[in-house]
């Protein structure tokens, strides 16, 4: 079945950097746009960044583009997050994604809190 599982999340000071790793496992990592999803406490969750199936295009929110940068490995099927200038406001349950045949699949989330 479908796995995602996310990691590298924790407490990190303002201006700091952190990169969070998703290990995907039980479909076709390869051949699957890859995304990554944020929550913050009474928010709905918001699309953070994609990233096409061979890597060569990426999109992302207004809110981190020059901040973040997604990537991807497809011989080791993980999908990362670089996080760059951190704020409190990007202080959130970070969540991987994959679209599979009109279905949506989460991993459990990784906590990132960005404070002082």
């Known amino acids: 079945q479908v796995q995602l599982v996310e990691s590298g999340g924790g407490l990190v000071q303002p201006g700091g950097s952190m990169r969070l790793s998703c290990a995907a496992s039980g479909f076709t990592f390869r051949i699957r746009a890859m995304s990554w999803y944020r929550q913050a406490p009474g928010k709905e969750r918001d699309l953070v960044a994609t990233?096409?199936?061979?890597?060569?295009?990426?999109n992302y929110a207004d809110s981190v583009k020059g901040r973040f940068t997604i990537s991807r490995d497809n011989a080791k099927n993980t999908l990362y997050l670089q996080m760059n200038s951190l704020k409190p406001e990007d202080t959130a349950v970070y969540y991987c994604n994959a679209r599979i045949s009109l279905s949506n699949y989460w991993g459990q989330g990784t906590q990132v809190t960005v404070s002082s």
């Open positions: 990233i096409t199936p061979a890597g060569g295009s990426t």
